[in-house]
């Protein structure tokens, strides 16, 4: 081994020069710089950053877009449709118990037997016997419906209870949340031109009757429906809900005459206790329904 420093030839186990004293052991070398792989690195570099600058560029430069309009939902959604007016409840019940009636009697047997009469009612004329192979209808012309009891006019198809087109009434109460039949008589005897309810002394009269009758047991929701506002607030007391069946005993009707083209007053003499009443009614047609529009007695 030769010795860097003084050129003197040593043993390749020695560690020092014998004449110098200089180390022996071998220096690593310093590494040559790759030239070829730095300027690989610096190109790599530069390029990356000319990407960013490009890339930048186009989104700064690029028109906005319009966001996109979303399709249509494929799930069915639901759609407002105009209803038909609700079925009252009440005048379905109505209608089935006189339909009951009239297919009872058509049957043969006794209106009484028909699950729609109340038997400890009051009850109306024995029905005629008819042909049964044949169907009675029965067409309302009016009705007027209050809290648990009700009165309905109308005709019959052929003759059972009346004849030549007499209108008939039904009078009807809740029984146990149930709609009966209580009582059937003839309402008018002349007969009825068209079903179209029109104001008439015969309708006055009917008017008059179912109101007093709602007076007698304190039918409020049935009195509203039978009167005007104005006589409502000149006659408040009608509509206390008081039962005066032992107070009003019974009335009559008399005559119906027109007021006016527009009006008809309907004379009643009402047996009340302990003084008896001659009354005065005035009905008009308000709102396309027959109504009490004022009461004067003596």
């Not at 390029?47 to 494929?74: G, H, I």
């Not at 759609?79 to 038909?84: G, K, N």
């Not at 009825?192 to 304190?218: E, M």
Request: charged share 20%; hydrophobic share 40%.
């Amino acid at each position: 081994m030769q010795c860097p420093d003084c050129g003197a030839e040593s043993p390749d186990d020695e560690t020092t020069c014998p004449e110098c004293g200089a180390s022996l052991d071998p220096q690593p070398e310093a590494p040559v710089p790759n030239r070829g792989a730095r300027a690989v690195r610096i190109g790599f570099g530069v390029l990356m950053a000319l990407v960013f600058v490009l890339v930048t560029a186009v989104a700064v430069l690029r028109p906005a877009q319009p966001s996109p309009v979303p399709a249509p939902s494929s799930v069915p959604t639901a759609s407002v449709e105009p209803t038909a007016p609700p079925v009252d409840p009440d005048r379905a019940a109505i209608e089935a118990a006189i339909r009951s009636f009239y297919a009872t009697v058509d049957a043969g047997y006794p209106a009484t037997v028909s699950p729609y009469v109340d038997p400890k009612a009051r009850g109306g004329v024995a029905p005629r016997a008819v042909d049964a192979s044949q169907t009675t209808t029965f067409t309302i012309a009016r009705a007027v419906i209050g809290t648990g009891s009700a009165d309905v006019f109308g005709r019959e198809s052929r003759s059972v209870i009346a004849t030549g087109g007499a209108e008939v009434e039904f009078r009807l109460n809740v029984v146990h949340e149930k709609w009966l039949i209580s009582s059937w008589r003839v309402a008018r005897a002349e007969t009825v031109p068209s079903q179209a309810l029109a104001l008439s002394s015969g309708t006055a009269k009917d008017v008059v009757g179912t109101l007093l009758q709602a007076h007698q047991v304190g039918d409020a929701t049935t009195l509203k429906l039978l009167t005007t506002e104005r006589f409502r607030a000149a006659h408040g007391s009608w509509l206390d809900g008081v039962d005066r069946s032992s107070l009003l005993i019974s009335w009559r009707i008399g005559s119906a005459k027109p007021k006016g083209g527009a009006a008809y007053t309907v004379t009643v003499k009402e047996l009340w206790r302990p003084t008896p009443l001659t009354s005065t009614y005035t009905v008009i047609m308000s709102g396309g329904q027959i109504v009490v529009d004022a009461w004067s007695w003596k």
